[in-house]
């Protein structure tokens, strides 16, 4: 298993502002995946963050708003860019993992809970 | 594309037996896991179908059938910590898929 931490936990923001949100894992890991949820809703992939390269983006998102720094195996950053309050909603840290050797899993951050006023 | 449908949300008993049903559609895939997040916590694997079929956890079971795009999550002996969001979610192709999610209720 992966244990991941994630920071800030929870932040309040003034729109037009930005905030970097860091996720550190305590195993080398290829791949590392951020996700947005909503309260009450499923996740969304915002973006697959591998080291080295550019993040590959999901439809809907774009590097301008979301950038994503990889400069490690343990490490990432997704930053929220000119927020305004439809980007309140809770920012999660993943990555992929095997549970008993063969069950392909996903580990997930405690969350980052961002409100945008 | 792939899209995963659940039931919104799904009331029980303690102690009782429920299932959360799963249906989906995409073109292809390695596996169907199921997952669990508590109000403010983060989501917790439970269990992964990479094959048709039913497999055992505890009290949890999952069961995958590819030919119907059909699985679901069975709680059993269920108890007041059991009331969670659960979400079934398609793993494969470098990315996770996750349906909408089921809440579930436990009432005494």
């Known amino acids: 298993s992966a244990v991941i931490s994630q920071k800030p936990s929870r932040d309040i923001c003034q729109r037009g502002t930005s905030l970097t949100i860091q996720c550190q894992v305590d195993?080398?890991?290829?791949?590392m995946f951020w996700y947005r949820q909503q309260p009450g809703q499923s996740l969304t992939l915002i973006a697959t963050a591998n080291q080295g390269s550019e993040a590959t983006y999901e439809s809907g998102f774009v590097i301008d708003k979301f950038p994503i720094s990889r400069p490690n195996l343990t490490f990432s950053t997704l930053t929220v860019s000119n927020m305004s309050p439809e980007d309140s909603s809770i920012y999660l840290c993943?990555?992929?993992?095997?549970?008993?050797?063969?069950?392909?899993?996903?580990?997930f951050g405690p969350g980052t809970r961002l409100l945008v006023l | 594309g792939q899209s995963l449908e659940q039931p919104s949300e799904v009331t029980a008993v303690e102690g009782a037996i429920v299932q959360i049903n799963c249906t989906y559609q995409?073109?292809?895939?390695?596996?169907l896991s199921w997952y669990q997040q508590h109000d403010g916590g983060a989501p917790t694997f439970l269990s992964y179908n990479g094959l048709d079929g039913l497999e055992e956890t505890g009290r949890f079971s999952s069961f995958l059938s590819r030919s119907k795009g059909y699985s679901y999550l069975l709680l059993k002996e269920l108890q007041m910590k059991d009331s969670a969001s659960y979400f079934c979610?398609?793993?494969?192709?470098?990315?996770?898929?996750f349906g909408a999610g089921t809440r579930l209720f436990v009432k005494a």
């Open positions: 195993s080398q890991v290829t791949m």
């Open positions: 995409t073109s292809g895939f390695y596996g």
């Open positions: 993943s990555v992929e993992g095997w549970e008993e050797g063969s069950q392909e899993t996903q580990y």
């Open positions: 979610a398609l793993q494969g192709g470098f990315k996770t898929i």
